[in-house]
Structure formats: C-alpha cells, structure tokens
C-alpha cells in the first residue's frame, strides 16, 4: 500500500540504504564491528526455491507482465548472441590468434557453452525468476558465492553492452563507406586503447535501454522484427561466401598452433553470451517449463552451427593475414569484388548489434532487479514501474557506466575482460547444479556431504592443472595430461559411485548427471585459462572493489534483509 503511495520516482537516503546498519553514523560502526560473524552467517546461510520465487518479489512492488512465448523466447536468443561476437571478434582473433582454424575454435567455446545452456536450462525451469544465475546461487552455494557472481554478471553486463555499442559504431562507419575508426574522436591525452572516443556508441547505447524500459512486449516484437532481417543477412553471408570461397586460403591451417586455437576459443566465447538472459525472462514467461527450455536449446544449437559456417566462410574468402579485424566480413566481401555486399553486411551487423543491445538491456535489468530484491544493492533498483511493468530504475545502472567505458574504452581490452568473467559465472553454475542434485540440507548425510565435497574438489583442481599445464606450452610433452585428466575422471566417477542423488528434477533435468555438468566445469576452466595473463589481472582488480564493497556495504544490508532488521518507510 506504501508503495502504491508514494509512486515510482523515489531518491531519498532510506529508499537507497533502508537497513538499520546505515541508519547512523553509530549503527554502521556496530555493524562494521560484526563484519566477522555477519561473514560467517552469511556464508553458510542458504536461501530456498519459494523465497526466491515469491517473497523477494514483493520487494519490487509491482509484477512484470507474462507475456512471452517460446517463439519470443527463441528470437531473443537470436537477438541477444548473435552480434558483435561473430562479426567482429572472428575477424580479430583470426588474425591474430587462430589464422584459418578458427572455424576450431567456435567449436570448443559453442561445445562448452551448449554445456552451460544444459545447466542454466534445469534452473530457470525449476527457478524461473528474473535473477538468473544469481538467484540459483543464493540457492546451492549461499550469499557470498551469489554476490562474487553477482558482481560477475554486472560487469559482464556493463562492459558487453559497451564492446557492442563500440562494435556498431566501426559497422555504422562501414556502411557510409569510412574507415572504422573515422567515426571516433581521437584525443592524445589518454593512453592507447582509450584515447578514441565513441559518442556514436553513446547514444545507440541510450536508445536501446531507452525502448527496453518502454515495454518487454514491444521489445520482443521489434527484437523479431530486426532478427528475421539479420538471419537474411547471415544466409547471405555463409552462402555468398561459399561461393567466393577460395581453399587455398585454409593453408597453412594452424599457422599459430593449438595453442592459437584455444587462445582464440576464450575470446570468441563472447559470441555465445547473452543466452543467460533468456533465463532472467521466467517471470515474463507464460510456461516456463515448456518455453524456456525450447527457447534456450534451441537458440543455442541453431547458432553454433551458424558461427561454424561464417567462421569457415570468412577464412576461405581471404587469407587470414589481409583478414580487417575490426570490419573484416564487410572487408571480405570487398576483396572478392563485392562491393555492394559489404554494405549489405555491415547492415545485418548493426541490425545484430542493436538486438544484442536491445535483449541484453532487458536481461542485465533482470539480473539487477533480483540482486537488488536481495538489498546486495540499494533496493531502489529492485522497483518494477506500475504502468511499463519493466525495471527502468535496474535499467539506467547499467545503462549509465555502460555509456561511458563504450566512450572511452576499445573492443580489445573490453573483450578479454568480459571473457573471463563470463567464464567464471558460467563455472559456478555447473557447480551448483551438482550441489542441487546431490545436496538438500537436513536430508544429506554428513559423510555423503564430505565425499561431494572431495569429489568436486578434485574435478576442479584437476581441471585448472590441466588448464595451467596447457598454458605452459611445453611442446610435445603430454605427460601432464596423464595425471590431470585421470584425476578429472577419479573426481566425477566418485560422485557417479559414491555420493546417492538427492533430488530429481520436477519438470525438465540436465541428462548424464554429473558428466555433463563436470565436463562443462573442465571446459570453462580450460578457456579460462587460455586467456593472457592481463585478462586475470583486470579480473582480480574488479574482484578486489567488488569484494571492498561487499564488506562495506553489501554483507550488512544482506544481513539486514534476512533478519528483516529494516526501517519501515515513511
């Protein structure tokens, strides 16, 4: 009824930190005084299926409207991977990494993350709420690991919509027959990789959360609309390309070796994300259980084998050497005497892009509606506007900062960040999709709890040895993987033995249970791994301010929330 009251526009203190431990100087000094045994509360506490599904609802005020199908729920899929991914970072990482096996390395990163889409599926059919991966978290793993991944899927958010908008803004430059930088302002006063401006990015960045905010509906439809388009576009691409195809082209195949390969793979794993949103879509979802798991498998199928024919296209049509890595599909087609099909290209790519801005726009306010339902961030954000039915405030948090790193920062030094984080959420899932099966708190026997524990422990240690052997780059020496990869199997035949399944999926489950789920922890870790040393180190400094604010701030209003220690409003 308050809510009701008081309307959507709301910015007083209380309405962003309503928390008894921020009311004065003094509470907060208590609260920072029991940072210890709040830590600890909340790193054994779990949340539960219900909560997550009914009560935190209710702090959003308003529901979002149920009204997507799984037609809907297909073309997001469409719209929200295929973009910036394939019609850039193919040609990038071609060059420069892979050279013509490229076409290798959409197979590894799609492999592993039709892993993903398996596990993601049996959640968002048992849990469909907007919180996606954060919310089953919450569920198996606790509060700290939902907040690491939390912050995870932030970032991911914030700087994949700006490696998009900075990618449209080189495909807008093509279409009017430019360079893909004469678009940008360049300024000598920053460091390269940051001194070329994008206000272009700006504005299509805006416009797209903008139309996000309006309505999901009309969002689906235009989403549609502009997909049925590019997937024209990608027919033209994969079939015209074949047909200029050149095999000569493919050689030397490897000319930087495996290694090139899944170097490449880590990167171009970009252009499967985005299907997480699809998940964060539930509570708009009419069925969930029937439409969710068409919508996401098959999406995700149909684009893996897409990816695969426009890599292999594009590497036959030019030597990888003359491959542009900023235009290089728009490029290609010139070189082989298209030249009006390189406009007809660079238009399918900004109709690509926008829908990845568009769908994204709407999954990333999802994510962080639900994150602020929790009060892991103001609760202001969590509000559901009364008439729109979207979460416009969840909305301009990530539309905000995502306008400006697309200002200032270049798709390189985006792209590797975004990898690794995307890979590490994608880590966790698979996780606690083991911990769902095999785990339910008061029915689990402590020893079957400790041998799931020793099990997972040596898959995944198993997996970054392997991962960390490979980044050795001791050629011709596959001693190693004769110890890693045995213990691999040690870790999850142990489960498959030893530990009893605990619960059965209602509706829809992740078959070969714990293979799949194992394998795709492997897979993830293995990518993770084949990124440059860089990638970890601007990880581990967005892990360190996540984890300042966590303390800070996050770990006591969470605390807060689950002992419902708040200040009612005025």
């Given at each position: 009824?308050?809510?009701?009251?008081?309307?959507?526009?709301?910015?007083?203190?209380?309405?962003?930190?309503?928390?008894?431990?921020?009311?004065?100087?003094?509470?907060?000094?208590?609260?920072?005084?029991?940072?210890?045994?709040?830590?600890?509360?909340?790193?054994?506490?779990?949340?539960?299926?219900?909560?997550?599904?009914?009560?935190?609802?209710?702090?959003?005020?308003?529901?979002?409207?149920?009204?997507?199908?799984?037609?809907?729920?297909?073309?997001?899929?469409?719209?929200?991977?295929?973009?910036?991914?394939?019609?850039?970072?193919?040609?990038?990482?071609?060059?420069?990494?892979?050279?013509?096996?490229?076409?290798?390395?959409?197979?590894?990163?799609?492999?592993?993350?039709?892993?993903?889409?398996?596990?993601?599926?049996?959640?968002?059919?048992?849990?469909?709420?907007?919180?996606?991966?954060?919310?089953?978290?919450?569920?198996?793993?606790?509060?700290?690991?939902?907040?690491?991944?939390?912050?995870?899927?932030?970032?991911?958010?914030?700087?994949?919509?700006?490696?998009?908008?900075?990618?449209?803004?080189?495909?807008?430059?093509?279409?009017?027959?430019?360079?893909?930088?004469?678009?940008?302002?360049?300024?000598?006063?920053?460091?390269?990789?940051?001194?070329?401006?994008?206000?272009?990015?700006?504005?299509?960045?805006?416009?797209?959360?903008?139309?996000?905010?309006?309505?999901?509906?009309?969002?689906?439809?235009?989403?549609?609309?502009?997909?049925?388009?590019?997937?024209?576009?990608?027919?033209?691409?994969?079939?015209?390309?074949?047909?200029?195809?050149?095999?000569?082209?493919?050689?030397?195949?490897?000319?930087?070796?495996?290694?090139?390969?899944?170097?490449?793979?880590?990167?171009?794993?970009?252009?499967?994300?985005?299907?997480?949103?699809?998940?964060?879509?539930?509570?708009?979802?009419?069925?969930?259980?029937?439409?969710?798991?068409?919508?996401?498998?098959?999406?995700?199928?149909?684009?893996?084998?897409?990816?695969?024919?426009?890599?292999?296209?594009?590497?036959?049509?030019?030597?990888?050497?003359?491959?542009?890595?900023?235009?290089?599909?728009?490029?290609?087609?010139?070189?082989?005497?298209?030249?009006?099909?390189?406009?007809?290209?660079?238009?399918?790519?900004?109709?690509?892009?926008?829908?990845?801005?568009?769908?994204?726009?709407?999954?990333?306010?999802?994510?962080?509606?639900?994150?602020?339902?929790?009060?892991?961030?103001?609760?202001?954000?969590?509000?559901?506007?009364?008439?729109?039915?979207?979460?416009?405030?969840?909305?301009?948090?990530?539309?905000?900062?995502?306008?400006?790193?697309?200002?200032?920062?270049?798709?390189?030094?985006?792209?590797?960040?975004?990898?690794?984080?995307?890979?590490?959420?994608?880590?966790?899932?698979?996780?606690?999709?083991?911990?769902?099966?095999?785990y339910v708190r008061d029915v689990t026997p402590r020893a079957d709890l400790l041998k799931l524990i020793i099990c997972?422990?040596?898959?995944?240690?198993?997996?970054?040895?392997?991962?960390?052997?490979?980044?050795?780059?001791?050629?011709?020496?596959?001693?190693?993987?004769?110890?890693?990869?045995?213990?691999?199997?040690?870790?999850?035949?142990?489960?498959?033995?030893?530990?009893?399944?605990?619960?059965?999926?209602?509706?829809?489950?992740?078959?070969?249970?714990?293979?799949?789920?194992?394998?795709?922890?492997?897979?993830?870790?293995?990518?993770?791994?084949?990124?440059?040393?860089?990638?970890?180190?601007?990880?581990?400094?967005?892990?360190?301010?996540?984890?300042?604010?966590?303390?800070?701030?996050?770990?006591?209003?969470?605390?807060?929330?689950?002992?419902?220690?708040?200040?009612?409003?005025?």
């Amino acid at each position: 009824m308050e809510g009701e009251e008081r309307g959507y526009w709301r910015w007083s203190k209380r309405d962003f930190f309503p928390e008894e431990s921020f009311q004065s100087f003094g509470s907060y000094r208590a609260a920072l005084s029991q940072t210890c045994s709040r830590f600890k509360n909340r790193l054994v506490s779990r949340s539960d299926d219900e909560t997550e599904r009914v009560e935190l609802r209710k702090q959003s005020e308003n529901e979002m409207k149920r009204c997507l199908t799984w037609w809907d729920l297909v073309w997001f899929g469409f719209g929200s991977v295929i973009g910036a991914g394939i019609f850039v970072l193919t040609g990038q990482e071609a060059r420069e990494q892979a050279g013509p096996a490229i076409v290798l390395s959409y197979v590894v990163s799609g492999f592993s993350a039709m892993l993903s889409v398996f596990c993601y599926t049996e959640f968002s059919v048992e849990v469909p709420v907007a919180g996606g991966s954060f919310a089953y978290l919450r569920i198996e793993l606790g509060d700290f690991a939902a907040f690491i991944t939390a912050g995870n899927i932030l970032l991911e958010g914030v700087v994949g919509t700006a490696a998009v908008g900075r990618a449209w803004t080189s495909y807008f430059a093509t279409l009017l027959n430019r360079n893909p930088d004469d678009l940008r302002v360049k300024t000598d006063t920053l460091s390269p990789g940051f001194n070329l401006l994008d206000p272009i990015a700006v504005v299509v960045i805006a416009a797209s959360a903008t139309i996000a905010s309006i309505s999901t509906r009309k969002t689906s439809l235009l989403n549609w609309i502009a997909s049925a388009v590019n997937t024209i576009v990608i027919l033209f691409v994969i079939i015209a390309g074949f047909i200029n195809a050149d095999a000569s082209n493919l050689t030397p195949f490897l000319p930087y070796g495996p290694e090139g390969v899944f170097r490449a793979a880590a990167v171009v794993y970009f252009a499967y994300t985005g299907f997480d949103s699809i998940a964060t879509m539930a509570e708009e979802t009419k069925n969930p259980s029937k439409d969710i798991p068409i919508g996401l498998l098959g999406s995700m199928s149909i684009i893996t084998v897409i990816y695969c024919l426009m890599a292999l296209a594009l590497s036959m049509m030019q030597k990888y050497t003359d491959i542009d890595p900023n235009a290089a599909y728009s490029v290609a087609f010139q070189s082989v005497g298209m030249k009006w099909g390189k406009y007809l290209v660079a238009l399918g790519a900004l109709k690509g892009m926008t829908t990845v801005l568009l769908v994204g726009a709407l999954g990333q306010a999802r994510y962080v509606t639900h994150i602020a339902r929790t009060h892991m961030i103001p609760p202001l954000f969590a509000l559901v506007h009364p008439k729109t039915g979207t979460p416009i405030n969840a909305n301009l948090l990530v539309t905000i900062p995502s306008a400006l790193i697309a200002l200032f920062s270049g798709l390189d030094v985006l792209a590797s960040l975004l990898s690794i984080s995307t890979l590490f959420i994608f880590t966790m899932i698979p996780l606690a999709l083991l911990v769902r099966r095999y785990y339910v708190r008061d029915v689990t026997p402590r020893a079957d709890l400790l041998k799931l524990i020793i099990c997972i422990l040596i898959v995944v240690i198993s997996s970054m040895c392997t991962s960390a052997y490979w980044g050795m780059n001791l050629k011709g020496s596959w001693i190693g993987y004769t110890i890693t990869v045995p213990f691999w199997f040690m870790g999850t035949l142990g489960i498959v033995f030893f530990v009893p399944q605990q619960r059965s999926p209602k509706v829809w489950g992740v078959p070969l249970v714990p293979w799949i789920p194992c394998l795709s922890i492997a897979t993830n870790i293995f990518l993770m791994g084949s990124l440059e040393a860089q990638a970890f180190v601007r990880f581990g400094v967005c892990t360190l301010v996540m984890l300042l604010y966590y303390f800070l701030f996050g770990l006591h209003a969470t605390f807060d929330m689950a002992h419902q220690q708040i200040v009612p409003r005025s």
